[in-house]
């Protein structure tokens, strides 16, 4: 079992720049892959950033050169950086790993972006 815990969310004026964190923890052989999704009212939960446990990366076609996320396999965690922040990427975020055993979510974190 796998437990994901994020936090570094907040409200944030356009613009303005955040830091994600999610730290893994409980019995983790191997996590292949961390990532970030986002979900507004309404929607359904899409994904924001992906990175593997060999450091390669993914993102969004809205998020490019915007976010950059990063992952620290010692520690279990996941970080996602993010720049430039629009109206539009308010949303819940939420923490995601990828093991050979299953799929394991966290609980999720706010972001606001609003002046």
């Known amino acids: 079992q796998v437990q994901l815990v994020e936090s570094g969310g907040g409200l944030v004026q356009p613009g303005g720049s955040l830091r994600l964190s999610c730290a893994a923890s409980?019995?983790?052989?191997?996590?292949?892959?961390m990532g970030w999704y986002r979900q507004t009212p309404g929607k359904q939960r899409d994904l924001v950033a992906v990175?593997?446990?060999?450091?390669?990366?993914n993102y969004a076609d809205s998020v490019k050169g915007r976010f950059t996320i990063s992952r620290d396999n010692a520690k279990n965690t996941v970080y996602l950086q993010m720049h430039s922040l629009k109206l539009e990427d308010t949303g819940v975020y939420y923490c995601?790993?990828?093991?050979?055993?299953?799929?394991?979510w966290g609980q999720g974190t706010q972001v606001t972006v609003s002046s």
């Open positions: 990175i593997t446990s060999g450091g390669n990366t």
């Open positions: 409980g019995n983790i052989p191997r996590i292949d892959a």
């Open positions: 995601n790993a990828k093991t050979p055993w299953g799929i394991y």
